[in-house]
């Protein structure tokens, strides 16, 4: 807020109003602040401000006023004590492991994640003496016999990318008090629109913010949030090693929350109206999204969701080959890696964002050859189920 007030405001409105002070050029939204650099008065101020003695400005790979706006909104809208922005959202994951983890800890980690996370997890992770091993984010009453002596975290993406699956945070967030873990959510999928994992028990919150909170497709950008003592490693961790977000993007995405709670409504709006749709298509093996009653976790989407996002999936009964076929004839929809954005898109998991992943490894969390992701955007919603109706009749 422009002026400091002893009122709270609901998240939208943080969204919209949370900004770093006005100079004496009195403008009405923030200006960039596109410097390496900030000045000093004098070389005591300098020295105690290279001492932490003050919380001035160093080094915008340190700090700097556009990503402490984005931060302080992100940190709001979660619930979060604190945070830290980074250049991209796996910078963030990579960030929120390496900080708080060291050789002989144990990650446990939901095998239903993102495949550059899955790359992190089974390829990066161990060359620093990291252990890791995986869950099934479906068989939740398995995990706590999982925990090690030495397990310093739980990680989980809930809605998982690709294949939406969900699972009870309320019930991770005993386990991981119970044993003393930090429990580390990837809320990409929901945004802190629809979900707060913090309210469930969770220590950390990651976000990849080039997808929902950009909205658009113009900038990459991480966040992560939590506990204090938590963000304080992670952010001597990026402050030393340098995935730091620029002032640009970090511009950028803060004005793109200013229409985060209208945007998702759409979304979700739109998505929740395309996948009815899609369930009765004789083309369709089956179709996944959290607010369908069809959906195998769906009594917890609705307990700890207040929508289900934008991202719907199906599988083709013509599998591999009828989804090459299925792309080919979209008309409207965009053929791309990315979610999130304005416009739709369709994309096809086990060829592009998952491809690194063995066939074994695809099939154990349910990422089958014919299986299609859509990101609804914010076209007129039947525009959309004409165009993905009549690919589905061309490559049938």
Not at 15 to 42: G, K, W, Y
Not at 341 to 363: F, M, N
């Amino acid at each position: 807020m422009s002026k400091e007030s002893s009122r709270k405001f609901s998240p939208e409105t943080n969204a919209v109003r949370i900004q770093v002070p006005r100079t004496d050029e009195m403008e009405h939204t923030a200006p960039m602040f596109l410097t390496s650099s900030f000045c000093f008065d004098n070389a005591e101020e300098m020295r105690a401000t290279f001492a932490d003695e003050t919380d001035f400005n160093v080094y915008s790979r340190f700090s700097n006023p556009n990503v402490d706006e984005l931060v302080r909104k992100m940190c709001a809208l979660e619930g979060a004590e604190a945070g830290y922005a980074t250049a991209s959202g796996m910078s963030a994951i990579f960030a929120s492991f390496m900080a708080l983890m060291k050789a002989g800890d144990h990650l446990l980690s939901a095998r239903s994640i993102f495949g550059s996370t899955h790359t992190v997890v089974t390829k990066f992770l161990p060359k620093y003496g990291i252990e890791t091993s995986y869950f099934d984010i479906n068989d939740p009453a398995s995990i706590e016999a999982m925990i090690k002596p030495n397990t310093k975290m739980i990680f989980v993406e809930t809605p998982s990318n690709p294949g939406l699956e969900i699972i009870d945070l309320a019930l991770l967030g005993e386990i991981a008090n119970k044993h003393n873990i930090i429990l580390n959510v990837d809320n990409c999928f929901a945004s802190p629109v629809l979900q707060r994992p913090i309210e469930f028990g969770a220590h950390l919150v990651t976000t990849s913010a080039t997808k929902w909170i950009d909205g658009q497709g113009r900038v990459l950008g991480g966040v992560v949030v939590g506990k204090q003592e938590l963000i304080k490693e992670i952010h001597a961790f990026c402050r030393s090693t340098g995935p730091a977000m620029s002032p640009f993007n970090a511009w950028v995405l803060s004005k793109s929350l200013e229409t985060l709670f209208v945007r998702m409504e759409r979304h979700s709006s739109s998505a929740l109206k395309l996948a009815q749709s899609l369930e009765k298509n004789p083309h369709l093996a089956f179709v996944r999204y959290p607010m369908l009653p069809s959906h195998p976790q769906y009594d917890i989407a609705v307990k700890q969701m207040s929508g289900g996002g934008g991202i719907v999936c199906f599988e083709l009964k013509g599998g591999l080959e009828q989804g090459v076929r299925f792309l080919d004839a979209l008309e409207l929809l965009s053929l791309t890696a990315n979610l999130g954005d304005s416009r739709s898109i369709a994309s096809h998991p086990a060829s592009t964002t998952h491809a690194k992943l063995s066939d074994a490894e695809r099939a154990s969390v349910g990422i089958t050859p014919g299986l299609i992701r859509i990101s609804v955007g914010l076209e007129n919603v039947n525009d959309l189920l004409i165009d993905i109706e009549q690919a589905l009749e061309k490559s049938a």
